[in-house]
């Protein structure tokens, strides 16, 4: 029976860089409940903070074990830091590389391993930490099931796109050779999961994992399903959550707005919640919007939750193939349905016409879609009940009881 887990990722909780950090905190707290003894591994997020060389440990409410890290490997930091410059393109170059394999990482690794003695090493993003870490659970003879959260064992910006936003089919040759080298490193590796199928299927085109086991883990609720409350009668608001990029589709959501705000209803306006490289743009416009468009920064907790309950639906227009935004559940936990990309992992969640609408992310389809939610209230309430009853399927006990399942098949194995 498995005891003990160790959950490793490119930085911990309360570092959060996506969902990754997100999940992985969430199912470490739930297995805890669950009476398991769990560590997690993971960098710093900084080139130069804490030890480089020996592993630092600190306490987390709600997870009995040590969170275990060190500084990460590469040539430039994970997470943002105030007053750093922009790294040049041979930096980039020599830090995507670095990223493969890190033999100060293979060491600490192997040290966590020593220290946590796991039944099971459950890895997610490994930026900042290489594939060294599988290599030191094969070391061991410990098994790995690891978790697809993004493209990073594909492509050096994650995305599966082109600088200029196109979708990157086969990819330039440096990154045919990053792939190359990354597929010597996966040999730890006992069982691949994704949230989304499109995510496993596209590595297995890639030449990763296709010949071992593959099962899909739909990402969590964050919580229990708040009361529901129908969206306010006398407004509709439409909302975005999430990272202010190109890639997100703001851009696109952006030139929607613009095409729809004259012809919206009095009441209509939307609200962007978030942080990134577009968060100056989404301020002017909201400027310019006579107080229809809002801006309201990075939020958690009960401001998210109330932007929820006020909005009428919510938007996820992705132009990359997105695996599965935790934005959509948040969506549905609140009975809000959601206008999402034809990209990636989204038509798996987001069921046409039923919890809300599939779109190309295009901004006269996303400028449609909004007008007519906006516009047809018993739509909104009908789709809105639908996406409260789709969140029961993804709470986070029904994931950490797939999880559990795989753990003790794996550690069975080992046996």
Request: net charge neutral.
């Amino acid at each position: 029976m498995v005891q003990r887990i160790l959950i490793v990722n490119s930085t911990f909780y309360p570092q959060v860089v996506g969902g990754a950090e997100m999940s992985s905190w969430l199912l470490a707290r739930e297995l805890t409940a669950r009476g398991m003894h769990v560590d997690a591994l993971a960098s710093t997020g900084f080139l130069d903070s804490g030890s480089r060389d020996e592993l630092t440990a600190r306490k987390l409410d709600n997870i009995d074990g040590e969170i275990l890290e060190a500084s990460s490997c590469g040539h430039q930091h994970l997470l943002p830091r105030e007053g750093d410059a922009p790294t040049g393109l041979v930096t980039r170059g020599r830090h995507h590389f670095a990223q493969i394999h890190d033999g100060r990482w293979r060491r600490l690794a192997l040290e966590a391993l020593d220290r946590s003695r796991p039944d099971v090493i459950h890895t997610n993003t490994i930026v900042g930490l290489s594939a060294a870490v599988w290599e030191a659970a094969h070391l061991r003879g410990i098994p790995v099931l690891h978790t697809l959260r993004d493209y990073q064992m594909l492509c050096a910006r994650t995305t599966l796109q082109r600088s200029s936003g196109d979708q990157c089919e086969g990819g330039p040759l440096p990154c045919q050779v990053l792939r190359w080298l990354k597929r010597r490193h996966i040999d730890g590796v006992t069982l691949a999961t994704a949230p989304s199928r499109f995510v496993l299927e596209r590595h297995v085109q890639y030449g990763f994992f296709g010949d071992i086991r593959r099962e899909v883990v739909p990402n969590a609720c964050e919580g229990d399903l708040p009361a529901y409350r129908e969206p306010p009668a006398d407004q509709v608001r439409g909302l975005f959550l999430g990272q202010l990029d190109h890639h997100k589709g703001v851009g696109i959501l952006l030139e929607a707005l613009g095409r729809m705000l004259p012809q919206a209803p009095a009441g209509f306006g939307f609200d962007f919640a978030g942080h990134g490289p577009l968060q100056g743009e989404v301020e002017s416009f909201c400027a310019g919007s006579g107080g229809r468009i809002r801006f309201h920064g990075m939020v958690q907790g009960e401001t998210k939750s109330r932007l929820l309950r006020e909005c009428s639906f919510v938007t996820v227009p992705s132009v990359w193939h997105d695996n599965f935004p935790r934005t959509m559940l948040d969506a549905y936990m609140h009975g809000r349905p959601v206008i999402g990309a034809r990209r990636g992992g989204i038509p798996e969640v987001v069921r046409e016409g039923v919890t809300g609408t599939i779109i190309e992310p295009e901004a006269g389809e996303l400028a449609t879609a909004m007008q007519r939610y906006a516009s047809d209230a018993s739509l909104r309430l009908e789709q809105g009940r639908a996406a409260r009853e789709e969140a029961a399927r993804y709470t986070l006990e029904r994931q950490v009881d797939q999880f559990c399942k795989l753990y003790e098949e794996l550690a069975g194995d080992r046996d």
